[in-house]
């Protein structure tokens, strides 16, 4: 399930090249975009001038990746919880919080089940499901009984 999020705005942190020379920002969350100067649908920065690429670093664009919660490509899990229990999970994980910028979320139901909430959004999730937890936005999780839940934290390098 993908979530109605409003538009999934990131920040341009800097410009790369692809494989074939084309210039693509590099976002805040760790996705990379095309930004093609096609009007009349969208006006974009001639991205040959080093001065246009400059003047848009900082600011927020759609990333329809994070819409879609797809995790970078390169992302790497750099930390794991321990297996928490109704008991011993962190009353942090119950209220409202986030993770850091760039920073993505593996969460693996390995008993029981659990309410993954964002926003006005709900997912229910069982053993053996998990979910992909966005990078600064805000959600927090709801017990439905007995559960095992494991949470993988990865990040993928933001200048390769």
Known sequence: MVFKNDPMKRKILSFET?????????????????LRHD??????????????????????IEC???AQRLVPDGAEI???TKV??????????????SLKQGVWGSLEVLEGSVI???????ETLEKGESWTVLPEIVHHLKLKGPVKLRINFLRV????
């Open 78 to 80: 750099y930390k794991s």
């Open 18 to 34: 692809d494989q074939d020379k084309e210039w693509r920002v590099v976002l805040d969350c760790g996705h990379r975009r095309h």
């Open 64 to 66: 329809g990746r994070c």
């Open 39 to 60: 009007p009349p649908r969208e006006t974009r920065p001639r991205l040959d001038d080093p001065e246009a690429r400059q003047a848009v670093v900082g600011r927020r």
């Open 157 to 160: 390098p933001l200048h390769r």
């Open 116 to 122: 993954f909430c964002e926003g006005e959004e709900r």
């Open 84 to 97: 928490f229990t109704e008991e011993s999970l962190p009353q942090g994980l119950l209220q409202k919080h």
